[in-house]
């Protein structure tokens, strides 16, 4: 198990102009070859944006990228028409594809964090797909079949164990709250990394709510 501190993330953004992003892997101009992806996933960035700011318009292409708001809300515009506000409890789900442009703004009054995960899909090319579930409920899996992974949402009580689901790779970032991964320590914005994520076992030491990959053996 690998474990990574909150204030090990590269900070990136903007940060005079209300956008404050901190990296958990390699990204953009800050080139570390040995941290650039676990499994499938090559980005776990906690974003904060002030209110009236965002990311203009920009492309991407063969990557698969899910969206959890933890405050305020997310306004989600792409080149394939959506449009729409994501909120704390919704997953998003954006499957670029061969290529396809988004903007992502806080169009509130109130400041907005949320967590974006970045999977490489098994196959590039194809066409993009849009997808977005309300409100999802406490431990229900949500799978992403491009990239060969799954999400589980976790919210747990003080004291309440859980098990990581089994997988060739497993990522355990910690939302909010505090928990133990196998003896260690996390709080907000840590992550272990588990290369047999059947052998992690968690305890919240508070209440916590935790997004969990789990990546079969066949991803990248």
């Given at each position: 198990?690998?474990?990574?501190?909150?204030?090990?993330?590269?900070?990136?953004?903007?940060?005079?102009?209300?956008?404050?992003?901190?990296?958990?892997?390699s990204?953009?101009?800050?080139?570390?070859?040995?941290?650039?992806?676990?499994?499938?996933?090559?980005?776990?960035?906690?974003?904060?944006?002030?209110?009236?700011?965002?990311?203009?318009?920009?492309?991407?292409?063969?990557?698969?990228?899910?969206?959890?708001?933890?405050?305020?809300?997310?306004?989600?515009?792409?080149?394939?028409?959506?449009?729409?506000?994501?909120?704390?409890?919704?997953?998003?789900?954006?499957?670029?594809?061969?290529?396809?442009?988004?903007?992502?703004?806080?169009?509130?009054?109130?400041?907005?964090?949320f967590?974006?995960?970045?999977?490489?899909?098994?196959?590039?090319?194809?066409?993009?797909?849009?997808?977005?579930?309300?409100?999802?409920?406490?431990?229900?899996p949500?799978?992403?079949?491009?990239?060969?992974?799954?999400?589980?949402?976790?919210?747990?009580?003080?004291?309440?164990?859980?098990?990581?689901?089994?997988?060739?790779?497993?990522?355990?970032?910690v939302?909010?709250?505090?928990?133990?991964?196998?003896?260690?320590?996390?709080?907000?914005?840590?992550?272990?990394?588990?290369?047999?994520?059947?052998?992690?076992?968690?305890?919240?030491?508070?209440?916590?709510?935790?997004?969990?990959?789990?990546?079969?053996?066949?991803?990248?």
């Open positions: 198990m690998d474990v990574r501190r909150a204030d090990e993330r590269y900070r990136g953004g903007d940060p005079d102009a209300g956008i404050d992003t901190r990296h958990a892997f990204f953009g101009s800050h080139y570390d070859p040995g941290n650039l992806r676990f499994g499938a996933l090559i980005a776990c960035n906690e974003e904060r944006l002030a209110p009236g700011t965002g990311f203009g318009e920009h492309p991407h292409s063969h990557t698969e990228i899910v969206t959890w708001v933890v405050e305020g809300e997310l306004t989600h515009r792409d080149s394939e028409g959506n449009e729409v506000t994501v909120r704390p409890g919704d997953v998003q789900r954006l499957s670029a594809a061969a290529g396809v442009r988004h903007t992502e703004r806080n169009d509130a009054d109130v400041p907005l964090t967590v974006q995960m970045w999977l490489t899909p098994l196959e590039p090319g194809g066409d993009p797909s849009y997808e977005i579930v309300r409100s999802v409920a406490d431990s229900t949500y799978a992403l079949p491009r990239a060969g992974a799954t999400l589980h949402v976790r919210r747990l009580t003080e004291g309440e164990r859980t098990a990581a689901p089994t997988g060739s790779h497993g990522y355990v970032h939302v909010r709250g505090e928990v133990s991964v196998n003896g260690e320590r996390l709080g907000p914005g840590d992550a272990a990394r588990v290369a047999d994520a059947g052998d992690a076992r968690v305890l919240a030491l508070t209440a916590a709510e935790l997004l969990v990959w789990e990546m079969r053996a066949g991803t990248p």
